[in-house]
């Protein structure tokens, strides 16, 4: 099984001194993503992870063509560690001033990896790097702030990517020395921390050179993946021990979640927050994540997260962040007749780690673990298939290629129905259904669909992640039926429910 470390950068830039002041690091070097990793580590867990992460060899890195990339540079001045008599700097008398010129990269991609195509990563040390990937902060200066994650997988294929591959001493070509982690990488780098030296002194570098994608993969290229409508997932864990929650209660437990963000998001409230914005728009999805997909699961809620929606603006999202993770954060919620919850924020459990729900660089299959309220109701020409198919595409994701459908859950611990009780007053009632989907292409999720999906119905969960139990296989569903095609449903497509 492969190991990829995927890297996003949030600004679109990659801060990293090159050989040269003046000159900015690309293609990254695994050794800044490792070494960021180890900045997260924090238990005997973490540090055995990494030291079998050291042993896997100098890894590919997937990253934008070098001759895509362009430079920008800032300016400005900063305190130094001199102490001279009349200093400088307003803030700190007696210390001077400096100027510091830093440049970065910008590629035209976003995004990069690096990969280890032959590692065999445990369940375990696969869990321990998702979540020292997850805590990440910034890959770089403090300054390119990013989103990693670590996948069992590799990545997904990026138009424009190129792969830097690792080569011998000795061979020609037009080479660059990357820094890579190595055997005792890990414990080199605590003991130059110790001793109060820098992380390039105790750096190996190895010759990487770019070759044709599809020289590295024999020529079978992955299908690119498809991005939803949302972009990032924030997770915070039902603490324990706690008297278990059980996942009929999904509608009251997120509109309690809804409700204890809106109070701590200061005035005026943005709409991709408070649901109130333009038809057909993403905004904010309050979710429950239920114990499901293993031989013992029954439906209990394990965690909540936040669906961010993609074209969120900065100055919302920040507004979010500040308001649920500055301070104390978002500590407690009330649902129901004023029942406490108490959470925290971060997964403590694998079945409720980030990666687990949105498939990591996208799956085409995908099953539900909550059942989907229809956005229309069924008629001739329009059976449950065909409309589950039309809420997919209105919820922002591609029309599937296959839809299965059944009154039952498809996958261990899934929830059958809603409490009786707890739907919002005054909202349609439409027919829910189970379901497992295929799409053309990997999706990136969290996949949500129908009536009442920014509330907890409609999740879906990767397939592969929903088989991954021991036992017997998913339930049967019903005969596969075929999707409508589009040009059947052009009438429609004007009616938009969200």
């Known amino acids: 099984?492969?190991?990829?470390?995927?890297?996003?950068?949030?600004?679109?830039?990659?801060?990293?001194?090159?050989?040269?002041?003046?000159?900015?690091?690309?293609?990254?070097?695994?050794?800044?993503v490792f070494c960021a990793l180890v900045a997260s580590a924090e238990c005997d867990a973490d540090w055995d992870a990494l030291r079998w992460l050291e042993r896997q060899g100098a890894p590919q890195v997937w990253a934008d063509h070098e001759s895509r990339v362009g430079t920008s540079q800032t300016r400005g001045y900063?305190?130094?560690?001199?102490?001279?008599?009349?200093?400088?700097?307003?803030?700190?008398?007696g210390r001077?001033?400096?100027?510091?010129?830093?440049?970065?990269?910008?590629?035209?991609?976003?995004?990069?990896?690096?990969?280890?195509?032959?590692?065999?990563?445990?369940?375990?040390?696969?869990?321990?790097?998702?979540?020292?990937?997850?805590?990440?902060?910034?890959?770089?200066?403090?300054?390119?702030?990013?989103?990693?994650?670590?996948?069992?997988?590799m990545p997904a294929r990026i138009p424009g990517m190129a792969v830097y591959m690792p080569v011998e001493l000795g061979q020609s070509g037009q080479f660059r020395n990357l820094r890579i982690p190595y055997p005792g990488y890990t414990d080199a780098l605590r003991d130059a921390y110790a001793e109060g030296r820098r992380s390039w002194e105790v750096a190996r570098a190895r010759p990487y050179v770019a070759v044709p994608s599809e020289q590295q993969t024999g020529g079978a290229q992955p299908a690119e993946s498809v991005?939803?409508?949302?972009?990032?997932?924030?997770?915070?864990?039902?603490?324990r021990p706690v008297a278990r929650v059980g996942g009929d209660l999904v509608i009251s437990l997120?509109?309690?979640?809804?409700?204890?963000?809106?109070?701590?998001?200061?005035?005026?409230?943005?709409?991709?927050?408070?649901?109130?914005?333009?038809?057909?728009?993403?905004?904010?999805?309050?979710?429950?994540?239920?114990?499901?997909a293993h031989e013992h699961a029954d439906g209990h809620a394990l965690g909540l997260a936040l669906a961010v929606p993609r074209d969120m603006p900065d100055q919302d999202l920040t507004?979010?962040?500040?308001?649920?993770?500055?301070?104390?954060?978002?500590?407690?919620?009330?649902?129901?007749?004023?029942?406490?919850?108490?959470i925290g924020y971060g997964w403590d459990r694998s079945g409720i780690r980030p990666s687990r729900w949105t498939g990591g660089?996208?799956?085409?299959?995908?099953?539900?673990?909550?059942?989907?309220?229809?956005?229309?109701?069924?008629?001739?020409?329009?059976?449950?298939?065909?409309?589950?198919?039309?809420?997919?595409?209105?919820?922002g994701y591609p029309e599937p290629v296959e839809v299965q459908v059944s009154a039952m859950p498809l996958v261990t611990g899934g929830i059958w129905r809603p409490r009786p009780g707890t739907l919002p007053a005054g909202r349609p009632r439409r027919k829910m259904v189970h379901a497992r989907v295929r799409f053309a292409q990997p999706v990136i999720g969290p996949v949500l669909a129908g009536s009442l999906r920014y509330l907890g119905l409609g999740m879906f969960l990767p397939r592969s992640q929903a088989t991954a139990r021991r036992g017997d296989s998913l339930p049967a569903a019903q005969e596969v039926a075929p999707v409508v095609p589009a040009r059947a449903r052009e009438r429609e497509s004007a009616e938009v429910l969200s």
Do not use: C
Request: charged share 20%.
């Open 78 to 93: 900063v305190v130094q560690n001199a102490v001279k008599r009349g200093g400088g700097n307003l803030s700190w008398p």
């Open 227 to 239: 991005p939803g409508p949302f972009a990032d997932l924030l997770v915070w864990s039902i603490e």
């Open 361 to 395: 660089r996208g799956e085409q299959d995908w099953v539900t673990v909550t059942p989907v309220m229809l956005d229309g109701h069924t008629r001739r020409g329009r059976d449950e298939a065909s409309e589950l198919a039309r809420s997919l595409v209105n919820a």
């Open 96 to 153: 001077t001033n400096g100027l510091r010129t830093r440049t970065f990269a910008n590629p035209s991609l976003d995004e990069f990896a690096i990969v280890w195509p032959e590692a065999e990563a445990s369940a375990e040390t696969l869990s321990r790097l998702e979540f020292l990937a997850w805590r990440v902060p910034y890959v770089g200066r403090s300054t390119s702030r990013a989103y990693v994650t670590a996948i069992g997988a």
């Open 319 to 342: 507004a979010l962040l500040l308001a649920v993770l500055q301070g104390d954060g978002l500590r407690r919620i009330q649902f129901g007749a004023g029942r406490p919850l108490a």
């Open 1 to 32: 099984m492969p190991l990829s470390i995927l890297v996003r950068l949030r600004g679109g830039r990659y801060g990293a001194s090159g050989e040269r002041p003046s000159e900015s690091e690309w293609p990254p070097h695994p050794a800044r």
């Open 254 to 292: 997120a509109s309690g979640f809804r409700r204890a963000v809106l109070s701590k998001v200061a005035d005026p409230l943005p709409g991709q927050i408070s649901g109130h914005t333009s038809p057909g728009r993403p905004h904010v999805a309050f979710l429950v994540l239920p114990d499901v």
